[in-house]
């Protein structure tokens, strides 16, 4: 199970830094990243991280948004910065099978994912 938090409300040029935590049995070959969908639009990757410490961020919020990943806490972190009226969307996080990060067929069957948590940002 994964649980996310930090999510809220912030005015464009802020910063907020979302967290997951994942209870449970922690596979080795799982990945976790974070995604968003904004009311009426799909869901978006925004940025993943692979077991070797290697990251994928979205081209949307490169050089603002970094995810790290604190494996003593079993937390994903997403620190996002200088955040923009469009980043305002629900934000979620999922623990999947590393091969099945990019691929939302697999996402949907055998993702791990939270319940989410909104970032609403002001201009």
């Known amino acids: 199970r994964v649980e996310e938090s930090g999510g809220g409300s912030v005015q464009s040029g802020g910063s907020l830094r979302l967290s997951c935590t994942a209870s449970?049995?922690?596979?080795?070959?799982?990945?976790m990243g974070w995604f968003r969908q904004a009311t009426g639009k799909r869901r978006e990757a925004v940025a993943s991280?692979?077991?070797?410490?290697?990251?994928t961020v979205a081209d949307s919020v490169k050089g603002r948004f970094t995810i790290s990943q604190d494996n003593a806490k079993r937390t994903l972190y997403l620190q996002m910065d200088n955040v923009k009226p469009e980043d305002t969307a629900m934000y979620s996080c999922?623990?999947?099978?590393?091969?099945?990060?990019?691929?939302?067929?697999?996402?949907?069957?055998?993702?791990?994912w939270g319940h989410g948590t909104q970032v609403n940002v002001s201009s």
């Open positions: 999922v623990s999947v099978y590393c091969d099945m990060l990019d691929n939302d067929d697999d996402l949907d069957v055998f993702g791990i």
């Open positions: 449970g049995p922690i596979d080795s070959s799982y990945c």
């Open positions: 991280i692979r077991n070797d410490g290697s990251t």
